[in-house]
């Protein structure tokens, strides 16, 4: 089992940054893939970013792209989003995830095996 847990939200304002961590711990796979969804209220959960083990292969989904940088430090067991531009529509419960191999596009409708909490991420007008 994969534990996922997830630090770093808040309220910002709108045109800020934030950044998001998320440490992964128990047990984990030689090409483990993370990655981070969200949900914002009343809508369904939509694809943010992910990243391979390998580093060199990061997809992101189209409503971030060029606002949001996803890493990750294996040494370390953690993943990172770094948020920039904020809009208040990026308001949401954001998810870590946790995948056993890197999947490519098939996270934009598709999703990862093991999950965290959430964090909440409130951008304000």
């Known amino acids: 089992q994969v534990q996922l847990v997830e630090s770093g939200g808040g309220l910002v304002q709108a045109g800020g940054s934030l950044r998001l961590s998320c440490a992964a711990s128990?047990?984990?796979?030689?090409?483990?893939?993370l990655g981070w969804y969200r949900q914002a209220p009343g809508k369904e959960r939509e694809f943010v970013a992910a990243?391979?083990?390998?580093?060199?292969?990061?997809i992101y989904g189209d409503s971030v792209k060029g606002r949001f940088t996803i890493s990750r430090d294996n040494a370390n067991n953690t993943v990172y989003l770094q948020m920039n531009s904020l809009k208040p529509e990026d308001t949401a419960v954001y998810y870590c995830?946790?995948?056993?191999?890197?999947?490519?596009?098939?996270?934009?409708?598709?999703?990862?095996?093991?999950w965290g909490k959430g964090t909440l991420v409130t951008v304000s007008s």
């Open positions: 128990g047990r984990t796979f030689t090409r483990q893939a």
């Open positions: 990243i391979s083990w390998s580093l060199d292969e990061i």
């Open positions: 995830a946790a995948d056993r191999y890197y999947a490519g596009s098939y996270y934009l409708s598709g999703g990862m095996d093991y």
